[in-house]
């Protein structure tokens, strides 16, 4: 009752504030966030999402898609991939390097990825070792700005058990200790300056030429005579995006082959205060399954391949996206091939980790909202809640199921494949 | 025990008089109490972990065996074995009774597979120029493509100065730590064989389960020397860099001996210091040979520079075991090696079952090692090292005496890593590696049951994929209802004293004893198969 009466209040502000209102009755809406709701309706004006709900009236006058025998789920979020991009490159360290830098707009493959319902792709830089940060893009646009939903989402960082590339990632970090000690220096430095400009400013012009012959030697920067900010000195354009992990300004993908890469990289990282999540990709013989509760207990989040994978030297199969899940840890499946046709079968894919035993909300989160986690981008994207980007895909049945097509896929409010009246 | 309680400051050597002048039966509840007064007094920190193997017959690897006995834990150190003992609350108890327990057992020259735990089959490496098994070039030939065959190029070839060694060594180290993978299936194999400490490129590994802490467990205790009859210019060389390194050690003791500061101190130029650390005795020097010859040489050398020799290989050292013996010699040998000597040859030669039994009782330190020291999956080979103590069993065939098979896959091997003061004997004061075997670890039937890592349970052949369909674990006997295998043990001691009595009252020679059992389990058992 409450919730009608709510949303007939917002309704009545909405209506009158903006002809972009649209809304939109189907059959079920899997809204990630709240469960599924059957009997949906939803409210989208201005791109955004304004209300989901279960049945709710709706006031006259206002557009409406009806299809009672529609699914909808948010658009698909895809964080990890490198479509239209170029992509040899070899082992690196070049944490700076950019993956926007490279993109290239308006190719067919982003039109063609937005029909399979993905709206939203995490674009990361090609090499091994530490190779760059990816950038979050929406598939359709003219230009890089029109594409951009946010740049440098998260920096790649390749970690296996060898001393060479712990050494890497933990230099690194010791650079931004040398960094922060520089700075420390500095600031003292600029303090001495100040102090003594300040005490010479008191003495008037008395001891002019001590003071200038005096701040020549100690500091290039501080040779104006008035108050003066003190600038820390920039650091390495390779050391930059350590300083922001630090800072939690970026996010960092720790990508391990294997069980054993996990404890080595907390080894290295464990006592960094840095936001990070894993990428782990699924082969036979992986024995990630080892590891499952305590990435569950961390609350980790993974972002990993739809499939069955074998058990190390045997026939017997496991789930192991399954029993992440299963643990608590935050799971996020990508196509299992980074192309078109792979992301047409990835829901398949996902689908017959559900048939075997995946729950199916976490599968359906898999998905959405996780992959929009591990960009930062999970109070903007990837559930069916009020204040999101109204990226919405319409299916004519259950998404998991085979068979099920898609029937519509809006962007940011606007109808971008099928249609919907 | 009023008396004692009232003189606390007694001396801890009165009061241990005092208890061993107690009726040890009588008293045995109050001497327990008054040991946990002794133990919470010492040892109050509640994060200390306790752990024990119950009940279990103890072959400690030092030649004592002790029946029904408990090996007590702390923080991964032995803290003691007997009988009896006081287990602190929160210990984690281990049932043996039924089974033995052995010290864990060590692997030389195992395959790096067993560390590094590659996903897919890595690709032996023919030679391992260290201490690796040839199995191509049993003669040691394979070390010919190490020499470069220009003389000039040899001579100017980088001298390792003593902190090239040092740097090497860690690096090797560091390596091996960073590379760990304990989750490895071939970990949990070498487990399931008993194998708890392991050589990796010269470095002796401990094999952790589920942690890569501490498992690199010291530097490497060996260094490689070529001494090759079909190499002459590098048996050239090391003769050479032998004698450079035995004259700066001259010129060295002579410097100090005289004590004049002043005086410049003796010049390392031209000394390879691995060779002068050889000399020092910091390390051994290892030689892969086979071949009665060379084994001769290398006695000789070994005895005119005074260090000793630890050969890999030895096929023909049973021809000359009394010189490998004089000569202080170790030989890692592979019982079931078959090779006939060369026709041409009227003298002893080729290999022999026998060769680790006659140079062992030559005074040469024998350790074994399988034909193939990796793991193969696809169809068991039977010479790999999951077949480590079978190998060792066919040197008892050959006439070895079963306390020196047990050694020879865990003091010796320890020894020769330079680990032997931490590992290959169940011992206070040791690391708690010990394995759980169904019966005598060097018969063919038997398996092994539980291993112990540092005071943690790593491998439960009932837990893992690999044998808990084979021979289900045979069922403990019954405990009273509502009892722990600890209690049950302490209880079970103390009521029946007669049984202690009886295995003091028995022959002195307790070595003795535990091979005698040995031998009538292996005989019960090929008597039934017999019968089949």
């Known amino acids: ?18 002809a972009d209102l649209l809304a939109i009755r189907v059959g079920r809406a899997e809204t990630i966030s709240q469960g599924t709701i059957e009997h949906a309706v939803l409210l989208v004006e201005d791109g955004k999402i304004v209300m989901v709900g279960e049945d709710l009236p709706i006031e006259r006058g206002i557009p409406t898609v009806d299809r009672p025998d529609w699914v909808v789920t948010p658009g698909l979020v895809n964080c990890y991939s490198r479509l239209g991009l170029d992509s040899a490159a070899g082992n690196m360290f070049e944490p700076q390097v950019r993956a926007a830098d490279e993109l290239y707009p308006l190719q067919d493959v982003y039109r063609d990825v937005l029909e399979t319902g993905t709206t939203t792709l995490g674009l990361y830089p090609p090499g091994t070792g530490i190779p760059g940060q990816a950038l979050a893009v929406r598939p359709r646009g003219k230009t890089l700005d029109e594409m951009l939903i946010a740049d440098s989402v998260y920096l790649k960082i390749m970690l296996e058990s060898s001393a060479k590339s712990k050494k890497v ?163 996020a499946l990508i196509p299992r091939r980074d192309s078109v046709a792979g992301h047409k ?77 | 025990m009023k008396l004692l309680k009232m003189l606390p400051f007694l001396s801890t050597a009165l009061v241990g008089l005092a208890w061993f002048g107690a009726p040890a039966h009588a008293y045995a509840l109050q001497d327990d109490e008054a040991e946990a007064e002794d133990e919470e007094a010492e040892d109050e920190d509640e994060s200390d972990a306790w752990y024990a193997i119950v009940g279990g017959d103890v072959y400690t690897g030092t030649g004592a065996v002790l029946r029904g006995a408990t090996v007590l834990s702390k923080n991964g150190k032995i803290k003691e074995i007997g009988h009896d003992l006081f287990l602190p609350e929160g210990t984690e108890k281990l049932d043996a009774r039924g089974m033995r327990v052995y010290p864990g057992l060590v692997a030389l020259s195992a395959s790096s597979r067993l560390t590094k735990g590659l996903f897919q089959a890595e690709p032996e490496p023919d030679f391992d120029p260290h201490l690796g098994v040839d199995n191509l070039h049993p003669d040691g030939r394979a070390n010919a493509h190490l020499d470069t065959g220009n003389e000039e190029y040899d001579e100017v070839a980088d001298i390792p100065t003593d902190a090239d060694v040092l740097v090497e060594g860690q690096l090797l180290r560091q390596e091996i730590a960073d590379s760990f993978d304990p989750f490895s299936q071939y970990l949990v194999l070498a487990l399931s064989t008993g194998i708890t400490t392991a050589e990796q490129s010269d470095t002796p590994v401990k094999l952790k389960r589920d942690e890569i802490k501490d498992v690199d467990m010291g530097p490497k205790n060996v260094y490689s020397l070529n001494f090759s009859l079909s190499n002459p210019n590098s048996r050239r060389q090391t003769r050479e ?180 003061h931490r590992v290959g004997t169940l011992e206070a004061g040791k690391d708690m590696d010990a394995i759980i075997t169904d019966g005598d670890l060097l018969h063919y039937q038997t398996f092994v049951q539980y291993t112990v890592v540092d005071g943690k349970l790593v491998y439960d052949k009932e837990e893992e994929i690999f044998f808990a369909h084979i021979r289900p674990r045979p069922e403990l006997p019954a405990l009273d209802p509502g009892e722990e295998p600890g209690e049950a043990e302490a209880v079970v001691d103390e009521e029946a004293p007669a049984d202690e009595d009886a295995e003091e009252e028995a022959p002195p020679e307790s070595e003795d004893d535990d091979e005698g059992e040995g031998a009538d389990d292996q005989g019960a058992g090929e008597d039934d198969d017999g019968r089949l």
């Not at chain 1, 590891?291 to 499939?307: K, M, Y």
């Not at chain 1, 045997?314 to 299963?326: G, K, Q, S, W, Y």
């Not at chain 2, 700066?248 to 410097?255: E, G, N, P, T």
């Not at chain 2, 009665?292 to 040489?297: I, S, V």
């Open chain 1, 169 to 331: 990632l933990r230099e690194a970090f010791e650079k931004v200790d040398e960094h922060d000690e520089k700075v420390a220096k500095a600031l003292e430095k600029w303090e001495k300056a100040e102090e003594k400009r300040k005490k010479d400013s008191k003495k008037k012009k008395k001891g002019d030429d001590d003071d200038k012959s005096a701040e020549k030697g100690e500091d290039d920067g501080a040779k104006d005579d008035g108050p003066k900010e003190f600038e820390p000195p920039e650091p390495d354009a390779k050391v930059q995006p350590f300083i922001e992990l630090r800072e939690k300004r970026l996010r960092a993908m720790m990508r391990i082959n294997k069980a054993g890469d996990y404890l080595h990289l907390l080894d290295v990282i464990e006592n960094e205060k840095i936001d990070w999540f894993l990428r782990i990709p699924l082969r036979n013989d992986i024995d990630l399954f080892k590891i499952a509760e305590r990435l569950g207990e961390a609350e980790r989040l993974v972002v990993t391949d739809p499939s069955i994978t074998l058990m190390p030297n045997t026939r017997r199969e496991r789930n192991i996206p399954a029993e992440l899940a299963r643990a608590g840890v935050h799971v």
């Open chain 1, 345 to 421: 079968d990835w829901l398949q894919d996902v689908g017959e980790l559900v048939a075997r035993g995946m729950d199916r909300q976490a599968a359906l989160a898999a998905v959405t909202l996780e992959p929009a986690r591990a960009m930062g981008l999970e109070e903007r994207l990837g559930s069916l809640d009020p204040g999101k980007d109204a990226n919405l895909v319409f299916w004519n049945g259950d998404p998991f199921a085979p068979g099920t097509k898609i029937e519509a896929v809006m962007l940011e409010g606007a109808i971008v494949h099928g249609d919907v009246r």
């Open chain 1, 1 to 18: 009752m409450n919730a009608t009466l709510s949303l007939l209040c917002s309704l009545a502000i909405a209506s009158s504030a903006s």
């Open chain 2, 241 to 420: 860099k032998l004698e450079k390194a035995s004259d700066y050690l001259r010129r060295m003791k002579a410097w100090e001996a005289e004590g004049d500061k002043d005086k410049k101190e003796p010049s390392k130029k031209g000394v390879d210091m691995n060779y002068v650390r050889v000399l020092r005795g910091e390390v051994f020097a290892a030689f892969n040979a086979n071949d009665r010859e060379e084994l001769l040489d290398i006695a000789h050398l070994a005895q005119r520079y005074r260090f000793r020799p630890v050969i890999n290989g030895c096929m023909e050292g049973w021809t000359v075991a009394s010189e490998l013996g004089r000569a202080g010699a170790y030989a890692i040998v592979t019982p079931r090696t078959r090779s006939p000597k060369s026709e041409e040859l009227v003298r002893p030669g080729g290999s022999s079952i026998e060769n680790a039994a006659i140079l062992h009782s030559h005074g040469v330190q024998v350790a074994v090692i399988p034909g193939n020291t990796s793991f193969e999956l696809n169809g068991m080979t039977g010479r790999d090292l999951l077949h480590l103590p079978v190998e060792a069993g066919f040197a008892i065939r050959g006439g070895l005496d079963e306390r020196a098979a047990l050694d020879s896959i865990t003091t010796i091997p320890a020894r020769i890593l330079g680990v032997d």
